[in-house]
T-cell receptor
Framework: GNSVTQMEGPVTLSEEAFLTINCTYTATGYPSLFWYVQYPGEGLQLLLKATKADDKGSNKGFEATYRKETTSFHLEKGSVQVSDSAVYFCAGRRNNRLAFGKGNQVVVIP | NAGVTQTPKFQVLKTGQSMTLQCAQDMNHNSMYWYRQDPGMGLRLIYYSASEGTTDKGEVPNGYNVSRLNKREFSLRLESAAPSQTSVYFC????????????FGPGTRLTVT
């Protein structure tokens, strides 16, 4: 099967703080991995992706590295802004389908 | 280039009523998907269509039917709505390929009373 697990609970932090959201996956064979972001009232949009082990995806100051040895794809940003407040979803793709984690609400306080 | 469009944006139904959610994409993608999003559950796949003329069940297909009308359009039908189908519904499309991104519509917020 193909499943993706995100850390539990919302994340609240101050502007300019460091953000990490954990994501691990299980799959038969190694999937492509994605982070999607959902701003209030909108659909999901791709934030970054990686298609093989040791690939690093990056966009808008966010980074995530596909780590085969720990089956992880943690999302990081060094200095968050209020505009980064959103829900973040990790996803794994295999056989033309995506499996999503449950999402993490991130709230950045000025 | 509108991307993925969905209609309606909001809908309120009574238990037992039927309705069809419409989705269209103008990116010439082969694959299209219907998801539902519920608090604390992430996105769950209802049905998908890998290519025109094919449809397959996803994780939570019960109570829904789909039609891939042509390459552009993929509709989701609720024959007899139930309160458990209160949710936000998203349509998405993508090309083939392991790294292909899925593009999402803005969603339909459905309430069944």
């Amino acid at each position: 099967g193909n499943s993706v697990t995100q850390m539990e609970g919302p994340v609240t932090l101050s502007e300019e703080a460091f953000l990490t959201i954990n994501c691990t996956y299980t799959a038969t064979g190694y999937p492509s991995l994605f982070w999607y972001v959902q701003y209030p009232g909108e659909g999901l949009q791709l934030l970054l992706k990686a298609t093989k082990a040791d690939d690093k995806g990056s966009n808008k100051g966010f980074e995530a590295t596909y780590r085969k040895e720990t089956t992880s794809f943690h999302l990081e940003k060094g200095s968050v802004q209020v505009s980064d407040s959103a829900v973040y979803f990790c996803a794994g793709r295999r056989n033309n389908r995506l499996a999503f984690g449950k999402g993490n609400q991130v709230v950045v306080i000025p | 280039n509108a991307g993925v469009t969905q209609t309606p944006k909001f809908q309120v139904l009574k238990t037992g009523q039927s309705m069809t959610l419409q989705c269209a994409q103008d990116m010439n993608h082969n694959s299209m998907y219907w998801y539902r999003q519920d608090p604390g559950m992430g996105l769950r796949l209802i049905y998908y269509s890998a290519s025109e003329g094919t449809t397959d069940k996803g994780e939570v297909p019960n109570g829904y039917n789909v039609s891939r009308l042509n390459k552009r359009e993929f509709s989701l039908r609720l024959e007899s709505a139930a309160p458990s189908q209160t949710s936000v519904y998203f349509c998405a499309s993508s090309e083939w390929g392991l790294a292909a991104e899925q593009y999402f519509g803005p969603g339909t917020r459905l309430t069944v009373t």
